[in-house]
């Protein structure tokens, strides 16, 4: 049994090829979107359609084996790295993201002195916004 089989069953997911192919794309790293995704997945299999991988990305994300990110502006992203708390930088220049450790190093980073509305906080999610090396080596040539 493949890990993929196994993530899925401990999970209480069935094991299917579209869904064993997208956790395969994710845990090449980065943090993609759902076109890239299905670009990657039809590589490995002869046909799949987008709302599959939509399926599968979202079947995942419930399940805990996927995390969804959605920086303003800009389309859903997916990763595979979930359960550390961690954040991301994305580059306003090109939008590339890249994941930073939580300085707290525990849930929820964050904690408002007030849960309005009865809520019970586990989860911050914390963006930070810059350019990154190749944005800013580009501002010095433009200018």
Not at 15 to 39: F, K, N, Q, S, Y
Not at 41 to 54: E, K
Not at 102 to 110: F, I, R, S
Request: aromatic share 4%; hydrophobic share 35%; proline share 5%.
């Amino acid at each position: 049994m493949s890990g993929g089989e196994e993530l899925l069953r401990s999970k209480g997911l069935r094991v299917t090829r579209p869904r064993l192919a997208v956790l395969d794309v994710l845990a090449g790293g980065g943090h993609l979107e759902v076109d890239e995704i299905t670009r990657r997945v039809r590589d490995r299999l002869d046909s799949v359609s987008t709302q599959a991988v939509y399926d599968v990305l979202g079947a995942l994300t419930r399940a805990g084996l996927s995390r969804r990110i959605e920086p303003a502006g800009s389309p859903a992203r997916y990763e595979a790295r979930v359960g550390d708390n961690h954040h991301h930088v994305v580059c306003r220049g090109c939008g590339e993201i890249a994941d930073i450790d939580c300085a707290v190093g525990e849930a929820p980073c964050l904690d408002p002195n007030t849960t309005p509305h009865g809520y019970e906080v586990d989860e911050a999610e914390v963006t930070f916004w810059g350019l990154c090396p190749t944005c800013q080596a580009r501002r010095g040539v433009d200018e």
